[in-house]
């Protein structure tokens, strides 16, 4: 008699991100939902509070913004376009998340340069399993981008922040021992004068670089 472990079909990492591709929006159908969501006060996620509501509203004016204003120089943009690889990254998030406001339209940007390179996103908390495969130190950190092959093979993954990003975060929690609201603000004015360049110079480094 077979035991219910030898039953049971194992859920690989491929299993999971074919069943949330299912679920996948494009970036300019995130960008419109959370739009949306802070037009009427609320936050993607099960769990509806004023304060995930308002980090809602915060990040659309941010991400707004950033799609304004993100540039890229010429040599960076025709590096991008150079990459011949195709590839999808499917990007983990929610609309509360203070993280994700500079990253996502990096992302987006990259991608708009390449056509080999299509950019999903998908919510955390309605893709549990997948978070799952992608933990940061064990934490259900986001946003996760993970970046994959056509035949579904994940050859590298990136997040929640760049790395000079988590340098800051770290020294500060080995200082005060967590991270306060006045250091959260701290870090999107960081982000502001960055102008997405630690992003981007992760991304090149860690994903892209695997595809010249």
Not at 142 to 157: G, Q, R, S
Request: net charge negative; charged share 30%.
């Amino acid at each position: 008699m077979e035991s219910v472990g030898e039953q049971m079909i194992e859920r690989t990492v491929q299993d999971s991100i074919k069943e949330s591709l299912l679920k996948a929006i494009s970036y300019d159908e995130y960008r419109a939902l959370v739009a949306q969501l802070a037009k009427e006060g609320k936050s993607t996620g099960p769990e509806q509070t004023e304060a995930l509501a308002n980090y809602t509203q915060l990040n659309d004016r941010r991400m707004r913004r950033w799609d304004k204003t993100l540039k890229f120089d010429a040599a960076v943009s025709d590096k991008i376009a150079s990459v011949k690889k195709k590839m999808t990254w499917l990007v983990l998030t929610e609309s509360w998340c203070g993280d994700a406001s500079p990253a996502l339209p990096v992302f987006h940007k990259i991608a708009a340069l390449n056509d080999a390179i299509s950019l999903k996103i998908v919510l955390r908390d309605e893709n549990i399993e997948l978070m799952n495969h992608f933990l940061t130190n064990g934490g259900m950190s986001i946003p996760k981008l993970i970046a994959f092959d056509e035949n579904y093979e994940v050859f590298a993954d990136w997040g929640p922040r760049s790395k000079a990003a988590t340098k800051l975060v770290e020294d500060y929690k080995a200082a005060h021992g967590k991270l306060t609201p006045e250091f959260k603000e701290s870090l999107q004015m960081w982000y502001n004068k960055d102008k997405g360049q630690s992003i981007l110079k992760d991304i090149f480094e860690e994903v892209l670089a695997l595809s010249l």
